[in-house]
């Protein structure tokens, strides 16, 4: 004898179930990895924002140092920290790249 309709239906909704357990496992551990992810991309910013001000000539009493003028190569250089800067916007183009593939894979597993 086949099995009931509603036999069926119980059945299916049971996979489901242990498929949403499954899935919701995974998904705590991605958000730890996110979060770890985005540890890491805030120390590196941190990081940046101090190389960058280390690096920046000194001025003496005589005034600013005279520096010669050179182009860095494009995304080679991140603006400077200031309030109500991004923090993606800060990073070079490639980093920024990082990040958005970071949540757009963050969105598709939580979507």
């Given at each position: 004898m086949?099995?009931?309709?509603?036999?069926?239906?119980?059945?299916?909704?049971?996979?489901?179930?242990?498929?949403?357990?499954?899935?919701?496992?995974?998904?705590?551990?991605?958000?730890?990895?996110?979060?770890?992810?985005?540890?890491?991309?805030?120390?590196?910013?941190?990081?940046?924002?101090?190389?960058?001000?280390?690096?920046?000539?000194?001025?003496?009493?005589?005034?600013?140092?005279?520096?010669?003028?050179?182009?860095?190569?494009?995304?080679?250089?991140?603006?400077?920290?200031?309030?109500?800067?991004?923090?993606?916007?800060?990073l070079?183009?490639?980093?920024?790249?990082?990040?958005?593939?970071?949540?757009?894979?963050?969105?598709?597993?939580?979507?």
């Amino acid at each position: 004898m086949p099995p009931s309709p509603l036999g069926l239906l119980e059945e299916r909704r049971e996979v489901a179930r242990a498929r949403v357990e499954v899935l919701e496992v995974e998904l705590e551990r991605l958000e730890g990895e996110l979060r770890s992810a985005r540890a890491v991309l805030e120390r590196r910013v941190v990081a940046v924002e101090e190389l960058v001000e280390a690096l920046a000539p000194a001025e003496d009493a005589a005034g600013p140092a005279e520096v010669g003028v050179r182009v860095p190569p494009k995304g080679a250089v991140v603006p400077v920290w200031r309030e109500g800067l991004d923090p993606v916007d800060a990073l070079a183009p490639g980093y920024r790249r990082l990040v958005e593939a970071v949540e757009l894979a963050g969105r598709t597993v939580s979507g």
